[in-house]
Every structure is written in C-alpha cells, then in structure tokens.
C-alpha cells in the first residue's frame, strides 16, 4: 500500500508570498507531482501548520485545490493553526468526541491514527496532548490491538539538537511515552513542525519528519542570515509491504534530468 505525507505547507491569504516564495505555488507544484507520478497512492496526509497566520482566506485556499486533489485527504493541525477557524471551513475532517482535530483511519495494512498537538492559546508554537487527547489516544491504541498501527503529529516529543525548535517541541513527554504503551504493535510515527528531514528513534521507538513545502531550519542556526533557509522541499511516499515500512523523501521542485557530457 501507498501512502502520501506533506507537512507545513504555511499558506496565506490571496495565495501571498512568505519568507522568500510563494506557499500556495509550492503546493500546486507538489500536488501535481502527485497527481502525475503517485495517483495509486490510498490517502494523504497533511501532518499542521496549513496555514502561516491561521486566516480564513488560507483555508479557503487550501481547500479549493483539495477538491480538485483525487486522492483522500487527512488534514491535520498543528502550532500555526487555529482549531476553530480550520473546522469551520473543514467541517467533514474527522475529529474526536471532544472536538480535537484527531482521528482514527482503519486500512487493509493496519490502523492509522492522526494526534492534534495544538496548545490553547493564540501565538503559542510549543505542543500539548491534554488528558482528553491521550485517553483518545489510549483508546485507540488498545483497540487496534496487534494490528500495526502508524501515528501521525505535528510537534515531536524530543529535543532534535536545534536549541530554537527544541524550546517549541511537544512538552509532557512522559505521558505521551506511558500512553504509547498501551500499543501492541506500533511500527513508526510521522511527525512535522521542525521543517527539517530527520529520523529519531526514541525510546525504541522510530519517528522521521519531512521539509516543509516552503521554507526550512538550517541545522545550524548561523549557517545562514536569518531564521530560515532555502533548502528543497519535499512530501513523503510510504510504501507498505507486509513486515516492510519504506519511506521516500521526494524532492519534487524543480527536478531536472542530467545530460552526460
């Protein structure tokens, strides 16, 4: 099986530009890359920031080009986004019983789930599971049993070893860690919001992130002037085989063949 995972996409209203390109033009280009190349893919996902300043207009936006995307799309929420604004243009996305943009999607490969790790409170980029969203989450994980299961969320659990995103990580680690136990078979964790590629295995657990659509985190903060860089970006394509996870990091703009000389 086949599936598509894209990550910070920080659209803006009248499809503007932002921090050196333009979000809306990035995520046609990707979404035609996948339309062209990756059209047997079962879902997508897009694992929080869709927008940069949580404006109606960006949803908007986001929206209209989904409809006209053939494959089924899970819309996730993460630091840059507000709940509301969101399930008010979104109201089909799926969302808990307490109104958490988060939900379960059972596929012949396994059970997916997708965690919204946004914290109340505007202008706010740390990450928070409260007690309603880990006993969701508990619930879920008893009852895929040992079916593999696959977690989704935007802000990761742990330092990565870049002091400016590590401030803005998924604080109450340790419950997150005691509420993952409950799961019998949990082959990986995709997480977002550090625009940067990394895997991580954590606590026996592995977890691997993508670049954002539109602009990244140098690994090296004084590498470059100013907070952000312009490496490629790239979506994820898994693959699932039987006992097999691949993951592929498409670097999708621009790609050019090589004339030998």
């Given at each position: 099986?086949?599936?598509?995972?894209?990550?910070?996409?920080?659209?803006?209203?009248?499809d503007g530009p932002l921090n050196g390109s333009v979000p809306s033009d990035r995520l046609q280009k990707c979404l035609d890359d996948i339309i062209q190349w990756h059209s047997d893919a079962e879902f997508c996902v897009i694992s929080g920031d869709l927008s940069e300043f949580a404006e109606i207009e960006a949803y908007q936006s986001l929206k209209k080009r989904l409809l006209e995307f053939p494959i089924q799309c899970f819309l996730m929420i993460g630091n840059h986004d507000d709940r509301d604004l969101f399930q008010s243009v979104?109201?089909?996305?799926?969302?808990?019983?307490?109104?958490?943009?988060?939900?379960?999607?059972?596929?012949?490969?396994?059970?997916?789930?997708?965690?919204d790790t946004k914290k109340h409170g505007k202008n706010v980029h740390d990450g928070e599971l409260c007690e309603k969203r880990l006993n969701w989450l508990k619930r879920q994980l008893i009852n895929a049993g040992s079916k593999p299961t696959y977690l989704f969320m935007h802000h990761p659990p742990f330092e990565i070893?870049?002091?400016?995103?590590?401030?803005?990580?998924?604080f109450g680690s340790d419950q997150f860690l005691s509420t993952l136990s409950h799961g019998e078979n949990i082959r990986h964790?995709?997480?977002?919001?550090?625009?940067?590629?990394?895997?991580?295995?954590?606590h026996g657990y592995t977890f691997s992130?993508?670049?954002?659509?539109?602009?990244?985190?140098?690994?090296?903060?004084?590498s470059v002037e100013g907070e952000f860089c312009d490496e490629p970006p790239a979506y994820g394509v898994g693959l699932i085989d039987g006992e097999q996870l691949t993951l592929h990091f498409n670097n999708f703009l621009d790609r050019m063949p090589l004339h030998q000389t």
């Open positions: 099986m086949k599936f598509i995972h894209i990550s910070d996409i920080h659209l803006v209203s009248q979104f109201p089909d996305n799926p969302c808990d019983e307490n109104n958490f943009a988060q939900s379960s999607f059972e596929t012949k490969v396994g059970t997916f789930l997708f965690l070893g870049i002091p400016y995103l590590d401030k803005i990580r998924l964790i995709f997480y977002g919001h550090v625009h940067r590629l990394t895997f991580v295995k954590w992130s993508l670049s954002s659509l539109n602009h990244q985190s140098p690994l090296v903060a004084e």
